[in-house]
């Protein structure tokens, strides 16, 4: 059975300091948009893609991805005020294909992570369909811990990917409380007994966040 793809792409990038949304910068010749959007479309067996996107960016956004679709469709819904609640708006969209069985697993990835790859993707959706959730995750050992003290620990990374049918009925009871998580497995692990698992994430899958972030994004895609 196939799965979804959902692309957060609602934030505003204020850290980055580019007075628009960063995933719209241009990054080696195309916008962060564009590179994560490139990538959703080469990973195999997925039937549905979602854009999620600010109100009022839906013109730009249109005019970013529609040279990149060929004979495929994306859904673009509007985001909400926070991510819980731009996931939350993805997953009504896709409420009627998760309903009647014809998605299995969805993954939700930060259009502001342009270096993902459809290899990673796909790790993450194989192990949601064995374990029922999946994240990947990068090790490190320079993290700031309790007291100021440095410890050792991991980064979480997305795409994050979950079986369809616990991930709508975690998300509607979320709703129901007007609980708001830090991200997609945050919710599963509040509202259902799903196993997340943890895959080997990629250590060059970083997020822009901050204006120096976008020169490496930069020269790291100019390699590929």
């Known amino acids: 059975m196939p799965a979804a793809v959902v692309i957060l792409a609602a934030g505003s990038g204020t850290r980055v300091g580019a007075g628009v949304n960063k995933v719209l910068l241009p990054v080696d010749g195309a916008s962060v948009l564009a590179h994560s959007l490139r990538t959703a479309l080469a990973v195999d067996d997925v039937a549905r893609l ?22 495929r469709e994306v859904l673009m819904v509007a985001g909400g005020a926070d991510r819980h609640a731009s996931e939350w708006a993805a997953l009504q969209a896709l409420r009627p294909a998760i309903r009647d069985g014809l998605i299995d697993v969805v993954a939700i990835h930060d259009a502001a992570r342009p270096l993902a790859t459809p290899a990673l993707y796909d790790a ?11 994240i990947p995750v990068v090790a490190t050992s320079a993290l700031l811990g309790p007291n100021g003290l440095v410890e050792g620990g991991a980064i979480v990374q997305t795409p994050q990917a979950f079986a369809a049918g616990e991930l709508l009925a975690a998300y509607t009871a979320a709703d129901g409380d007007g609980f708001t998580g830090t991200d997609t497995a945050s919710c599963l692990e509040a509202y259902s007994d799903v196993q997340i698992a943890a895959v080997s994430g990629e250590v060059t ?6 204006p120096e972030d976008v020169a490496l994004a930069e020269a790291l895609l100019s390699r590929r």
């Open 50 to 71: 979602v854009v999620v996107v600010r109100p009022g960016d839906e013109p730009t956004v249109a005019a970013e991805i529609e040279p990149l679709l060929g004979a």
């Open 124 to 134: 993450v959706i194989t192990a949601a369909r064995t374990h029922g959730g999946a």
């Open 205 to 210: 899958n970083l997020k822009v966040t901050y």
